[in-house]
């Protein structure tokens, strides 16, 4: 996705990337990271359980969140939603191109 972000951004898209994960575990996880998207930090999860991508473990620790695309417009409207059913599933972003398209 990162090699795609000038044509996001070309589209009027803004990108970022949500981890629900604490401060810490991500301080962690982006040392040595080469990302050209804003992190943000979901520590208490909420994000990811109002966007339904939540997925429990049984142990608070374990818990984590699907990995997720959404576009939302300008108007706040999920517009399309990719919900990965492993850490590895993630939409083609030729997919997410194609979708910003039909919002523009």
């Given at each position: 996705?990162?090699?795609?972000?000038?044509?996001?951004?070309?589209?009027?898209?803004?990108?970022?990337?949500?981890?629900?994960?604490?401060?810490?575990?991500?301080?962690?996880?982006?040392?040595?990271?080469?990302?050209?998207?804003?992190?943000?930090?979901?520590?208490?999860?909420?994000?990811?359980?109002?966007?339904?991508?939540?997925?429990?473990?049984?142990?608070?620790?374990?818990?984590?969140?699907?990995?997720?695309?959404?576009?939302?417009?300008?108007?706040?409207?999920?517009?399309?939603m990719y919900v990965g059913e492993g850490q590895a599933d993630r939409p083609d972003p030729e997919t997410i191109v194609a979708?910003?398209?039909?919002?523009?």
């Open positions: 996705m990162q090699d795609h972000l000038a044509i996001f951004q070309e589209m009027g898209a803004s990108a970022f990337g949500i981890l629900a994960q604490r401060p810490e575990k991500v301080q962690t996880f982006m040392t040595g990271q080469r990302l050209a998207l804003p992190i943000l930090i979901d520590a208490d999860r909420a994000i990811t359980k109002l966007y339904g991508v939540y997925h429990p473990f049984g142990l608070d620790a374990l818990n984590t969140a699907r990995p997720s695309t959404f576009l939302i417009d300008r108007d706040g409207t999920v517009r399309f979708e910003l398209r039909k919002l523009n």
